[in-house]
C-alpha cells in the first residue's frame, strides 16, 4: 500500500495516529459491517436454542438454551435422509453443472462459430422467463415420462436431476468463459502444433488452468442446489424423497404450528455444509470469481 | 493458476487469432481418448435403447423418432470433423433444450387459450364429468347388497352385479337389465350374495382391476335409471340428469328440461340465458389475453406502476450490494490488517446461510409490535404496512443477503489489479481517491459487469425475496391485486396460482410480456456495455 | 475416419447391447407391482392415516401409499397431476375446495349407501354436496374459538364489550401487553374476522331458501356489512388498539401462551401447544357484540376425495364409503391427530373423555360453514387485505366499497 511509503516517525502518539489512520478506521467499520452481517444469524441460532420453538417468541439473545428444538427434529422428521438427499443433489448437480458449462465456455471462449453471439446472449435471456410458470409443462413431460419410464418419472431423484441439468448453461457458464478468456491462447495454440488435439487440450491444459473458476462454479451451484424448493415440491412427494429445504418448507408452511424452532435447527444444519465447502474452497474463491480481471 | 499470471497476457491490442478448429488433428488422438468416445457413445446408444423399449412396446412411434433423432444427432456430432464447437455444446445444449426451452414453449402457447380453473382438459373430459356429475340417486331410489362377478374370465369377461334388495330378494343385473336369480347363496350376515350357480364372484383386487369399467357401468331398470356401485359391495338406483347429444352439441338437463349448447368460442356449454355449466374446456382465444391487460387502463396504470418499481428494486439492489461488498472488500485491501481472515468469514457468513429462512427471519424483525427492528429502535414504525418502507425492508433484507458475494468477487478483482499500478499513479500525484477513481474502478468494473448484469437480472425475477417478506403487500385498499412491493414475477405468481381460480392463459401472457421487456432490457444493456465486446474478442 | 469408424461402430454396438441387457433386468423387477392406492395427505396426518387404513388394506390385500404434501399445495397439485394423468387415488382437503375441483372435473362423485351417510353430521354432507351431488366423505370439523387464560380471566366472556374491558384492565394494570391476541396479519384474515364480521350483521353471500349459497347476492357493500366494519374498525389501530395487523398466524399462539395476552382466538391447531405450555387455559365460544347477532366462525370441514380417472376407484369407493365412516377408523384418526370427528358415533365416545372437544362443538354450535362456491376463493384476499386496511384505519365505506367491486368483477367475470 502507499501508505507504506510514508516515513516512520517513531513518537508512540504519532503511531497511535498513524494505527488509527492507517487501521483504526478499518476495524471499526468492520465491526459495524460485522454487527450487520452477524445479528440475523444470531437471532436464528437464539431461535434454535430456545425452547419455546415459535418465531415470535425467539429474542436476539437466547432465553434459554436447549437441544429440544433439535430433538425434536430428528424425532418427527426423516432428517438424516433428507439431509442425504439433499447433499446426492447438490453434489450431483453441482458435478455435472460443472462439467457440462466448462464444456460449453470452452468452446465459447476458444472457438468462433455461427450462432456463437446468439447463444451466449440466448442463455442469458432464457434465464429470465419465470420457472414456476413451466411447471404445468414439465407436469405433462414427465408424466409422459413416467409413462414409459418410471425410473426417471416423478418421485424419483434422476427426473429431479434432469431437471436441474436443464440450467446447466446459464449465467455460470459466462463466468467461466470470461476465466478461460484469461488463459493465454499461446499454451493451448503450442499444445496443438505439438499435436495433441482439442480434447487432450481441453482436459490436460485448460482444466487444470482454470480450476479456481470450477470451484467457484460448484459452489454457487451447491448453494443454490440446496436451497431449492419449488421445483422439488413438485416432483418429490414420498417423505423419504424429500430433501431438506423442501421439508422445511413444508414445516413452516404447514397450518398447524408454527414450528421455528425446528425450522431455525434444520436451517442451521442446511447451511453447515455450505460453510464446509466454502471453508475448503476459499483459497480458489478469490481466485475464481475475477474472471480474468486485469486483461490490460 | 491465477489470473494474476495472466497480467502478462497480450493486451486487447493483440489480434484475436481465428485457432484453427481442433477438429483438423483430431486423428492423432491417442488411444485411450478413442476408447472413452466409443465407450461413451456406446452407453448414449444403450441410454437410446433403454428408452425407446417401452416407447416400442407401448406403440409410440413419435417418440422412438424423437430418441431415434437425439441419437442420430449425437453419432453426427460426434463422428463428423466438422462439429467440433458443438462437440462441447451438445451436452449441455441438450439439456438446456428439453427442460427449459421447451417447457417456456409450451407456456408461452398457452398464452392465446383460455387456460383457467374450469377450462383445464379438453372438451370430451368435460362432457364427461358434467354427464358423471349429474348421476343422482332416483326419488325413493333403491339400494342393494353388491357381489361384483362375471360369467366370463375374471379379467375380460362380461360384468355381472349380483345383487340383495333390503328384502333379501337376489338379482342379476348385466348390461341387459335386471333379472331374477334363484339359486344364489346370501350370507346372512352381510346380506350379499356369496355364491351363484353360472357366475363368478370377481375378488376386490379383480374388481378393482376393472375399475374403469366400473365406473361406467350400470345396469339399465328403464325409464333412464340404472343401478350403479358405489363401494365394492353396494349399489343404488339412479339416474344421469344431464345428457349431451351430439347431434345438436349440447347438454339437455332432463330434470329442468333446459338445454345448454356448446360455445367453441368461451369453451363452456351456455344456456338461452346465460347460465353455463361449470365444466369448461380449453380453447384458443387468440390475443384476448394480450388485449385484456393491454387496454385496461386500471391494469396499465398497475402494470406501469409495478414495472417502474422492479426495474427500481432491482437496481437499488444491484447497486447497493455493489457498493457495500467493495467498500468491504477496499476496506479489508491493506496487507497486515489483524483479524483479516476472521472478518472475511465474518463478513461471509450471511452468503452460507439459506435464503429461505433468512426471508422469513427477516419478515419478523420487521413486525411492528415484536419486531427486532422497533425493539431495538425504541420505535413503533409499520414497517411493512406502510409502502416505502415496505421497499425499504424488502431492499434491505436482499441487500443483506447479496452483498457477500459481491464482497468476494470484489476482493478477487482487486488482487488481481496489479500494486504497482496504483502506486505508479499516486507517484504521479493522484490522491487515493483519484487513483482509485481512475485506475482501480476502470479495471474493476471490466472484471464485474458480466456479474453485474446477471445480478441485475437475478435480482429482476427474485420471487422469494418479495414473496417470502411481504407476499407483494401492502395493498393500497382499493386495489387487491397490485401491491408497493410487487414485482412483474410476484404479481404474475398471484394470477397464475394464488388466487382462487388460477388464470395460466392470462399468467402466461403476462410473462410474455415481461419476457419481451427484460429481455429487450438486457440486450439493449449488453451490447452498450461491455461484456458483449468481451463475447465478440 | 471411415477406416477407424468399423471398429468402432462394432464396439459401439457391443457395449450398447450389454448396458441394454443391464436395463432389461429392471424391466422385468417393474412389472410385479402390487395394487397401491396412493393417497396425499398433509404432513400432519399422514402418518395417522397411513396406520388407520392399514386395516383396510390388509382386507383387501392391496398397499396403501400416503404421500405429504404442504395441505395449502394440496388443491393446487393436484389440478396439475390430474391434468397430466399421475394424480394419486384419494386425498384428503378442505371442503372449500369442493367448487373448485367440481369445476376441473378433477373429483369423482361419491354415492354414499344410506345407512353410512346417517352415520355422518348432517351439515358436514350438506358441505361436501355441490349442485345436489356429494364430493368427498367428510371426517372432521373445525371452528375457532376463544381460549382465555383462566389466571388472568377467570369467567368467559359474554360479550365482546366484556371481553374488551377484562382484557383493557389488564393491560392498564401492566398484567399483560394485549387485550385479544387475534391474528390479522398485513393481508387480514377474514377466515377469523368473520365472526366478528357476522356478530355485527355483515354478510358476504346470501342464502337462498334452501341454504345454498347465491354467488349473485354479494353483501359487501351493503349498509349491515359496512356497519359492521365500522364496528370491528373502532376496535382497530386508530381506535382502541385490539385489532392489530402485527399480531399473525406467526406469533398469536405464542403471545397467548407467554402471558402476554389474556385471551386468544384460537383453533383446534393450538390444543396441542396450549396442552404444553404453562399455563390454565378454558375453552369458550367467541362472544359477539352487545344486543347483536351471534358471532358466526366459519365451520371448516377435512373431507376424503377420490380423483377422477383414478385407475383404483373401485377400491377407493369402498375406502370412502365404508372406512371413513366407521367409526372405528375415525377412532384410530383421532388419537393420532385429534380432530373433532364428524362421525355421530365417534363424536359422542371423543366427546365423553376429552372436554375440549365438547367445548369446541359448543363454540361451533353458532358457526357457519365456509361456502364451498368456488366464487369463495374469489373473496379471501380482496377481503382480508380490505380488513387489514380497515383495522389499519382506511376509510370504510370506501374500502368496503371498492372491494365489493374487485370481488363482483372478479366474479362476473
Keep these: 500500500m502507499t501508505a507504506a511509503t510514508r516515513g516512520y516517525r517513531r513518537s508512540t502518539g504519532s503511531a497511535i495516529a498513524l494505527w488509527s489512520a492507517r487501521f483504526g478506521w478499518r476495524h471499526v467499520v468492520m465491526i459495524v459491517v460485522a454487527a450487520f452481517a452477524l445479528f440475523p444469524v444470531l437471532f436464528v441460532v437464539s431461535a434454535a436454542v430456545n425452547p419455546v420453538g415459535t418465531l415470535s417468541s425467539a429474542r436476539l439473545w437466547p432465553t ?99 431437471v436441474y441439468l436443464g440450467g446447466a448453461l446459464s449465467i455460470n457458464t459466462w463466468l467461466m468463459k470470461g476465466f478461460f478468456d484469461t488463459v493465454p491462447r499461446e499454451l493451448d495454440e503450442s499444445a496443438q502444433i505439438d499435436g495433441a488435439t482439442h480434447a487432450q487440450v481441453f482436459f490436460r491444459i485448460m482444466l487444470p488452468l482454470v480450476t479456481p473458476v470450477l470451484a467457484i462454479v460448484g459452489l454457487l451451484v451447491f448453494i443454490s442446489t440446496i436451497n431449492e424448493f419449488l421445483m422439488a415440491s413438485v416432483f418429490l412427494r414420498d417423505t423419504d424423497a424429500k430433501t431438506l429445504g423442501l421439508g422445511l418448507y413444508q414445516l413452516v408452511e404447514s397450518q398447524r404450528n408454527a414450528n421455528f424452532g425446528m425450522f431455525s435447527v434444520g436451517a442451521i444444519m442446511l447451511s453447515l455444509p455450505t460453510l464446509i465447502v466454502f471453508w475448503f474452497l476459499q483459497r480458489y474463491i478469490t481466485e475464481g470469481l475475477t474472471a480474468g480481471a486485469v486483461k490490460g | 493458476m491465477s489470473s494474476r499470471n495472466s497480467a502478462g497476457a497480450p493486451g486487447p491490442g493483440a489480434p484475436a487469432r481465428t485457432s484453427p478448429p481442433g477438429g483438423g488433428l483430431a486423428g492423432s488422438g491417442s488411444l485411450w481418448g478413442q476408447v472413452a468416445k466409443i465407450a461413451l457413445l456406446g452407453l448414449f446408444t444403450a441410454l437410446g435403447v433403454w428408452a425407446a423399449l417401452p416407447l416400442y412396446v407401448g406403440g409410440n412411434w413419435a417418440g422412438i423418432a424423437v430418441v431415434a433423432a437425439v441419437l442420430v444427432l449425437v453419432y453426427w456430432v460426434y463422428l463428423s470433423k466438422r462439429t467440433v464447437p458443438l462437440k462441447y455444446l451438445l451436452p449441455g445444449v441438450l439439456f438446456l433444450i428439453a427442460f ?54 375374471p379379467e375380460t369377461g362380461e360384468l355381472v352385479f349380483l345383487l340383495t334388495d333390503s328384502d333379501g330378494t337376489a338379482y342379476a343385473g348385466d348390461i341387459e337389465g335386471l333379472r331374477p336369480l334363484d339359486d344364489a347363496t346370501v350370507d346372512p350376515a352381510s346380506g350379499r350374495v356369496t355364491e351363484a350357480f353360472g357366475y363368478t364372484v370377481l375378488t376386490p383386487a379383480q374388481v378393482n382391476a376393472r375399475s374403469q369399467e366400473l365406473e361406467e357401468f350400470a345396469v339399465p331398470v328403464g325409464d333412464g335409471a340404472g343401478i350403479r356401485a358405489n363401494s365394492l359391495s353396494t349399489a343404488y338406483e339412479g339416474r344421469a340428469t344431464r345428457v349431451y347429444d351430439a347431434g345438436c352439441d349440447c ?12 360455445d367453441d368460442e368461451r369453451g363452456a356449454f351456455y344456456s338461452e340465458d346465460g347460465e353455463r355449466l361449470a365444466q369448461g374446456w380449453r380453447v384458443n382465444v387468440g ?5 385484456r391487460f393491454l387496454f385496461n387502463p386500471t391494469f396499465a396504470s398497475s402494470f406501469f406502476t409495478i414495472l417502474v418499481w422492479n426495474i427500481g428494486f432491482a437496481v437499488a439492489v444491484t447497486g447497493l450490494v455493489f457498493v457495500v461488498g467493495l467498500a468491504i472488500a477496499l476496506t479489508l485491501h491493506v496487507p497486515r490488517l489483524r483479524g483479516k481472515k476472521a472478518y472475511r468469514i465474518l463478513v461471509v457468513l450471511p452468503y452460507a446461510m439459506s435464503s429461505l429462512a433468512m426471508y422469513l427471519l427477516w419478515r419478523d424483525m420487521f413486525n411492528t409490535d415484536f419486531g427486532l427492528f422497533n425493539q431495538l429502535l425504541g420505535t413503533n414504525v409499520d414497517w411493512l404496512g406502510d409502502a416505502w418502507t415496505a421497499r425499504f425492508a424488502v431492499i434491505l433484507a436482499n441487500v443483506w443477503l447479496g452483498y457477500p458475494y459481491m464482497f468476494l468477487v470484489a476482493t478477487g478483482a482487486l488482487q488481481a489489479i496489479p500494486r504497482e499500478l496504483t502506486q505508479a499513479a499516486r507517484i504521479d500525484g493522484a490522491g487515493a481517491w483519484q487513483a482509485f477513481r481512475h485506475v482501480t474502478l476502470p479495471m474493476l468494473m471490466v472484471a464485474m459487469t458480466p456479474i453485474l448484469i446477471a445480478t441485475f437480472a ?67 444493456s449488453l451490447s452498450r456495455g461491455k461484456a458483449l465486446q468481451e463475447v465478440d474478442r | 475416419m471411415r477406416l477407424r469408424s468399423a471398429p468402432a461402430i462394432a464396439a459401439l454396438a457391443a457395449t450398447a447391447l450389454m448396458a441394454t441387457a443391464c436395463g432389461g433386468g429392471d424391466e422385468d423387477a417393474q412389472e410385479n407391482t402390487d395394487t397401491t392406492l396412493v393417497i396425499w395427505s398433509d404432513p400432519e396426518r399422514a402418518a395417522a392415516i397411513e396406520a388407520a387404513a392399514q386395516n383396510f388394506a390388509d382386507t383387501n390385500g392391496v398397499r396403501v401409499d400416503v404421500q405429504q404434501l404442504a395441505f ?80 388472568l380471566a377467570p369467567d368467559a366472556p359474554e360479550t365482546f364489550e366484556e371481553l374488551v374491558e377484562v382484557g383493557t384492565s389488564l393491560k392498564d394494570g401492566g398484567e399483560t401487553s394485549e387485550v385479544l391476541s387475534m391474528a390479522v396479519g398485513q393481508e387480514g384474515d377474514p377466515y377469523r374476522m368473520n365472526a366478528l364480521f357476522t356478530s355485527a350483521g355483515g354478510y358476504l353471500f346470501g342464502q337462498d331458501a334452501e341454504g345454498n349459497w347465491d354467488p ?119 388419537e393420532s391427530d385429534p380432530r373433532t370427528p364428524v362421525q355421530l358415533e365417534a363424536l359422542e365416545e371423543v366427546s365423553a373423555s376429552d372436554a375440549n372437544i365438547a367445548a369446541i362443538a359448543e363454540a361451533g354450535a353458532e358457526g357457519m360453514p365456509m361456502p364451498s362456491i368456488p366464487e369463495m376463493g374469489e373473496t379471501w384476499e380482496p377481503l382480508g387485505k380490505a380488513e387489514a386496511a380497515i383495522i389499519g384505519g382506511a376509510d370504510v365505506r370506501e374500502t368496503m366499497e371498492s372491494t365489493h367491486e374487485t370481488i363482483a368483477e372478479k366474479i362476473g367475470g
Design chain 2, 100 to 153: 427449459q426451452i421447451l417447457p417456456v414453449l409450451y407456456t408461452m402457447s398457452t398464452s392465446v387459450t383460455n387456460f383457467s380453473d374450469g377450462h383445464r382438459g379438453d372438451k370430451e373430459q368435460a362432457i364427461a364429468a358434467i354427464e358423471a356429475y349429474s348421476v343422482t340417486r332416483a326419488e325413493q331410489g333403491r339400494e342393494f347388497g353388491l357381489t361384483v362377478a362375471t360369467t366370463g374370465d
Design chain 2, 287 to 291: 390475443f384476448d389475453n394480450f388485449a
Design chain 1, 64 to 162: 434459554g438454551a436447549g437441544f429440544d428444538n433439535a430433538a425434536d427434529l430428528f424425532r418427527n422428521t426423516p432428517f438424516t435422509t433428507w439431509y442425504a438427499n439433499s447433499l446426492f443433489f447438490a453434489v450431483a448437480n453441482a458435478a455435472a453443472t460443472v462439467f457440462l458449462s466448462a464444456l460449453a465456455a470452452y468452446a465459447f471462449s476458444r472457438m468462433r462459430f455461427r450462432g456463437r453471439r446468439v447463444g451466449m446472449v440466448g442463455l442469458l435471456i432464457i434465464q429470465m422467463f419465470p420457472q414456476f410458470l413451466a411447471i404445468v409443462a414439465i407436469y405433462l413431460m414427465f408424466s409422459t415420462v413416467g409413462e414409459y419410464r418410471p425410473e426417471v418419472g416423478f418421485d424419483t431423484r434422476w427426473g429431479l436431476l434432469l
Design chain 2, 251 to 262: 347438454v339437455t338437463d332432463t330434470s329442468t328440461g333446459v338445454v345448454y349448447t356448446a
Design chain 3, 216 to 334: 349473485n347476492d354479494l353483501g359487501l357493500n351493503s349498509d349491515e356489512s359496512i356497519a359492521a366494519m365500522e364496528k370491528i374498525a373502532e376496535y382497530g389501530e386508530s381506535g382502541q388498539g385490539v385489532l392489530r395487523r402485527s399480531i399473525d398466524t406467526q406469533n398469536d399462539a405464542s403471545l397467548f401462551f407467554d402471558g402476554e395476552a389474556p385471551f386468544f382466538i384460537a383453533g383446534p391447531w393450538n390444543i396441542g401447544d396450549a396442552d404444553a405450555a404453562d399455563l390454565e387455559y378454558a375453552i369458550s365460544p367467541i362472544p359477539g357484540f352487545e344486543g347483536e347477532g351471534p358471532a358466526r366462525p366459519y365451520i371448516g370441514y377435512q373431507a376424503f376425495f377420490i380423483t377422477e380417472g383414478s385407475a383404483n376407484s373401485a377400491l377407493a369407493q369402498e375406502f370412502l364409503a365404508n372406512h371413513v365412516t366407521d367409526p372405528g377408523f375415525i377412532l384410530s384418526l383421532y
Design chain 2, 458 to 524: 437475478f435480482n429482476f425475477n427474485n420471487f422469494n425475496a418479495v414473496w417470502l417478506i411481504t407476499k407483494g403487500g401492502p395493498f393500497p385498499p382499493d386495489d387487491p391485486s397490485a401491491g408497493a412491493t410487487d414485482l412483474l414475477i410476484t404479481y404474475t405468481y398471484r394470477m397464475a396460482f394464488s388466487q382462487a381460480t388460477a388464470e395460466y392463459g392470462y399468467a402466461a401472457a403476462l410473462s410474455v410480456m415481461i419476457f419481451v421487456i427484460v429481455s429487450v432490457m438486457s440486450v439493449i
Design chain 3, 72 to 151: 395449502g399445495d394440496i388443491q393446487g397439485d393436484l389440478l396439475n397431476a390430474h391434468q397430466a394423468g399421475n394424480a394419486p387415488d384419494i386425498f384428503i382437503g378442505a371442503h372449500d375446495w369442493t367448487g373448485n375441483l367440481v369445476r376441473n372435473g378433477a373429483v369423482q362423485p361419491v354415492e354414499l349407501p344410506e345407512h353410512r351417510a346417517e352415520t355422518l353430521d348432517e351439515t358436514s354432507v350438506q358441505a361436501l354436496t355441490y349442485d345436489s351431488q356429494l364430493f368427498g366423505v367428510p371426517y372432521s370439523q373445525e371452528n375457532i374459538f376463544l381460549m382465555r387464560n383462566t389466571a
